[in-house]
C-alpha cells in the first residue's frame, strides 16, 4: 500500500513538470508565412482556449486581424511564442472574462479588446511600448489594469467607457490623447506624470467619480472639454506651465468651487467653466477681469 500510495505522488509530482497543451489545430484556420504560423480564426467548440504554441511543428508566433472576434470564448491563453496581436484580434467577445498574454508580447493592435463588455483581468507584458487606439474601448467591466513602464504612447479613445476605477500613466507617456479616459464613469483617482505636455480633447469627459486631479508642471495646453462633466472635481490648479485652455474645459464641474490659473495662461476659450455654479464669486471675478464673461 505506502509503495502505490508513492508511485501515486510521484506521478502528480511528474504531472506537475509537464507542459499544457492548446487545442487541436483543427480548431484553428491559420497561415504560414516564412515558417512562421499565424492564427486567422478560431472554429472550436471549447470557451476557454489554450492557443498551441506550436502548429505542424512550427512555432505560433502571430494572432491575426480578427483571429477570434466575435466568438464566445470565455478565458483564453496565449503562449509564449506569440509576439504579436493584430487588429480587433478579440474585438466584441463579449463573454470574455481573462485573457493571459505572454511575456515576450511586443505589439497589440488597434481595437484588441474593444467591446469585451465582460473583461475583468488581462496582463500588459513588460515589452509593450503602446497602447492603440480603442484598444480597451467599451470594456466595462474592466476595473484596473497595469500600464507597463516601457509604454510611451496610449492612442485615442483607448480606455474610453472601460470600468477602470484608477490609472497610474507611466513617466515616458507625453500626452494624453483625444478622449482616452473619456466617460470613464467610475474613475476615481489617475496620476499623470511630469512628462506630459498635452491635455487632449474630451481626455477625462464625463468621469463622474474623479473628485482630485494633479495636473503636473510641463502640461502646456489642455484641451477643449478635457474635464467636462467631471462633477465630483471641487479642486483644481492649474500649473504654470500652460499656456492655453480649450473650449470647455471644466464645463458643468458641478462640485468646483476652487481653480487657480496662473498668469502664463494668455488664451482661454469659450464656456471653459459654463455651468461651474458653485465656483467661488471671488475666483469667478479675478477670471472673468482677466478673460471676459464668455468663459462662463
Known sequence: MEKIKLLFCTLLSFSALLPVFGQDAEDFQYIVEAG?????????????????DQIN????????????????IVSIVVPESVKIIRD?????????VSVRLPGGLTDIGYRVFEYCVSLSAVNLPAGITGVPERAFYGCSSLKAIEIPQAVTAIGRYAFERSGLVSVII???????????????????SI????????????????????ASITIPQGV?????????GCRELAEVVIPNSVTGIGDSAFRNCVKLTAITIPFSVTTMGRRVFGGCANLDPAVKEEIESRFGSGVF
Open 36 to 52: 512562421n504560423v499565424t492564427i486567422t480564426a478560431y472554429n472550436g467548440a471549447a470557451s476557454d482556449v489554450i492557443v498551441p
Open 57 to 72: 511543428g512550427l512555432p505560433v508566433t502571430v494572432i491575426g486581424e480578427e483571429g477570434f472576434s466575435k466568438t464566445e
Open 88 to 96: 480587433a484580434a478579440f474585438y466584441d467577445c463579449k463573454k470574455l
Open 170 to 188: 507611466p513617466g515616458g507617456v507625453k500626452a494624453i490623447e483625444e478622449s482616452v479616459f473619456s466617460t470613464c464613469r467610475d474613475l476615481t
Open 191 to 210: 496620476e499623470i506624470p511630469q512628462g506630459v505636455t498635452r491635455i487632449g480633447f474630451r481626455a477625462f469627459m464625463g468621469c463622474y467619480a474623479l
Open 220 to 228: 502646456i495646453t489642455i484641451g477643449a472639454t478635457a474635464f467636462s
